[in-house]
């Protein structure tokens, strides 16, 4: 078991779960981008509307599942999985069938959708978001890879083929539908035998271990729920206010780089996974030294990131979106200053030691600020105005977890931060893509020259960085 739990492990871990992720991720990304070039912003904005409504329910009905089963080991969650009632599993299937109806109503007032197609689709999605979690958790991380990335092959060339066939949107859900039952069928099948091999160990749990697990399962539930709210919610407002053309315009750039959630998420999970399987962890000196790797690792892919998309802007929006899109410069610059904090993982600690109030707490002040500061920024910035409240809020936020995490290890909230390095790899980055920028866009290259210049620049000092940190010692 210790074997298993070495920093090597937990930085392979990071890596299967980010590729994992990154090929559905791609597949939506490439999906956007091809119906952003060949549909009318209209019948574009009704897709993005689907997809929208959907994730906004999903993490209703999913109520933390995910996050709350990477935070224990399988034997655990087995252990808990018996314990829950039979009147339980009747309550949130009835919730389930709420939603979907929900979700089924308003696919057909707003997106033309037959009811029932929208109800199965949404029924079918979330066992799904559940299974990928079970089988991260069991470390069947080869063979989610593997589900990802055919499911992630089938869902784009099913996106290519509607636009060959006159684009319908419902026939397109049928077929994402037979695709989702596939992936879903295949996945339980798998997590179901992975966990057969935890049936016989014995585990007891106090009374209060227990209250505290049921604590935070709900939590991290409402913390899902706002955490979806925080990243739509402002196009969900903007929707019912702007015209089409420019609804479309701030969703595109405001649009999150498609793997950057995804390494976030695969490197806190991996962190949370490598505490929840071993016992010699748990010592606050060696989960900051956990913290700091994963801030060097997670630095390393962000800030080349960062100031590729701020120097570049006008050329990806341009190739990425098309023309029709680039007067949102500013709206996704603004966007993109949240990037930087990214770069640390600020609620692990906090969900590690089951402290859901803390981040229920920080995610609800978080959208409370945001929403605030929306119109006077509006009125002052204009569209992005409403893009930046929500980068200041977020900003808050990390601080208020920051904060609360030092407290719970008892340490200064600065000796949590690799400091110096993040400090030199910010101004290092920000110094090579302006140099980059001025030489390439000073000698008369077409937008599309630009950008691959610029791509190749964030390829090659991302991945160096990435390899160096990577092999550096834990310490």
Not at 69 to 75: H, K
Not at 82 to 110: C, E, M, S
Not at 305 to 323: A, G, K, N, P
Request: charged share 10%; aromatic share 16%.
């Amino acid at each position: 078991m210790q074997k298993e739990n070495t920093p090597k492990s937990f930085a392979g871990n990071s890596l299967y779960i980010f590729t994992a992720k990154f090929f559905p991720g791609l597949a939506i990304a490439l999906a956007f981008y091809l119906y952003s070039h060949r549909l009318p912003m209209e019948l574009n904005g009704q897709y993005q509307n689907f997809w929208i409504q959907l994730l906004m329910l999903s993490a209703l009905a999913s109520i933390g599942i995910p996050a709350f089963a990477i935070t224990y080991s399988p034997a655990l969650l087995l252990h808990i999985y018996y314990k829950i009632k039979r009147k339980h599993y009747f309550i949130y299937t009835g919730f389930l069938l709420l939603l979907a109806v929900i979700f089924g109503l308003l696919q057909q007032q707003y997106n033309n959708l037959p009811f029932f197609l929208a109800l199965c689709f949404f029924l079918l999605y979330i066992p799904t978001v559940i299974a990928e979690a079970l089988l991260m958790v069991s470390k069947r991380l080869k063979i989610l890879i593997a589900i990802n990335f055919i499911f992630s092959v089938f869902f784009f060339l099913l996106h290519w083929h509607a636009l060959q066939q006159n684009y319908n949107l419902a026939l397109l859900i049928k077929a994402l539908m037979i695709l989702t039952l596939a992936r879903g069928l295949i996945s339980g099948i798998i997590v179901r035998q992975a966990f057969s091999n935890y049936k016989n160990d014995t585990i007891q749990l106090p009374h209060e271990n227990w209250t505290s697990i049921k604590k935070l399962w709900l939590q991290l539930g409402l913390n899902d729920l706002l955490q979806a709210s925080f990243r739509w919610i402002d196009k969900f407002i903007l929707s019912l206010f702007l015209i089409k053309s420019l609804s479309a315009i701030y969703f595109n750039a405001t649009y999150d780089v498609p793997f950057l959630p995804l390494i976030f998420s695969a490197v806190s999970s991996a962190a949370l996974i490598h505490w929840a399987n071993s016992q010699l962890t748990h010592t606050p000196n060696e989960q900051i030294k956990i913290l700091h790797y994963s801030s060097r690792i997670l630095s390393s892919i962000v800030f080349p990131l960062f100031f590729f998309l701020f120097f570049f802007r006008v050329e990806l929006l341009t190739i990425l979106f098309s023309e029709k899109y680039v007067s949102g410069v500013w709206i996704f610059v603004c966007a993109q200053l949240v990037l930087p904090v990214r770069s640390y993982p600020f609620s692990t600690i906090l969900q590690n030691h089951q402290r859901g109030d803390i981040i229920i707490k920080g995610a609800f002040i978080d959208l409370v600020i945001a929403c605030i500061l929306m119109y006077p920024m509006y009125l002052l910035m204009g569209l992005p105005g409403v893009a930046l409240s929500f980068v200041i809020s977020t900003y808050w936020q990390a601080g208020f977890y920051l904060l609360h995490s030092a407290r719970i290890l008892k340490v200064n909230a600065a000796t949590m931060i690799p400091i110096k390095n993040l400090v030199i790899k910010f101004v290092f980055f920000a110094f090579l893509f302006g140099t980059g920028y001025y030489f390439v866009a000073n000698n008369n290259f077409s937008a599309t020259t630009i950008l691959i210049i610029g791509s190749a620049l964030l390829i090659l000092s991302s991945s160096s960085m990435l390899i160096y940190e990577w092999n550096k010692d834990v310490h």
